[in-house]
């Protein structure tokens, strides 16, 4: 296609549009690099974990939270139960897990206890 046939107009709206994509891809490309930044550093990472608890508790989106608490149980929980290594810098969180995995095993097994004296 000839850029002749075209008119000015036409031609001033194609730039004025290659522009604006150019604009948006600079932009996203400065965001990505940001939170990349952000993700390096171990004190920003931390407060950024627990701004996005502290968000997804008050979103008030029940589907995002049942997803989260989906990837805990799986991924967290699970690794931990398994022995998976995590690092030194995870230690207390795994020594937390190991915790919670051990009360919440013995409140299930109190709780069928119950059950069972329940129905004899």
Same mark, same amino acid.
């Given at each position: 296609m000839s850029l002749q046939n075209l008119s000015c107009k036409v031609l +001033? !709206?194609?730039g004025r549009?290659? +522009?604006a994509m150019a604009a948006e891809?600079? #932009?996203h490309l400065a965001v990505e690099h940001e939170i990349d930044l952000m993700l +390096? !550093?171990?004190d920003c990472c931390r407060a &950024?974990? %627990?701004r996005f608890f502290e968000e997804m508790w008050e979103s008030g989106r029940p589907e995002a939270l049942e997803a989260l608490y989906m990837f805990l149980g799986q991924d967290l929980l699970r690794k931990v139960f398994d022995g998976c290594p995590m690092g030194e810098p995870m230690q207390p969180l795994v020594a937390a897990v190991r915790t919670f995995n051990t009360a919440a095993a013995r409140d %299930? &097994? !109190?709780?069928? +206890? #119950?059950d069972e004296r329940e129905a004899a």
């Open positions: +001033a !709206d194609l549009h290659g +522009a891809e600079i #932009d +390096a !550093d171990p &950024m974990g %627990q %299930q &097994m !109190d709780g069928r +206890a #119950d």
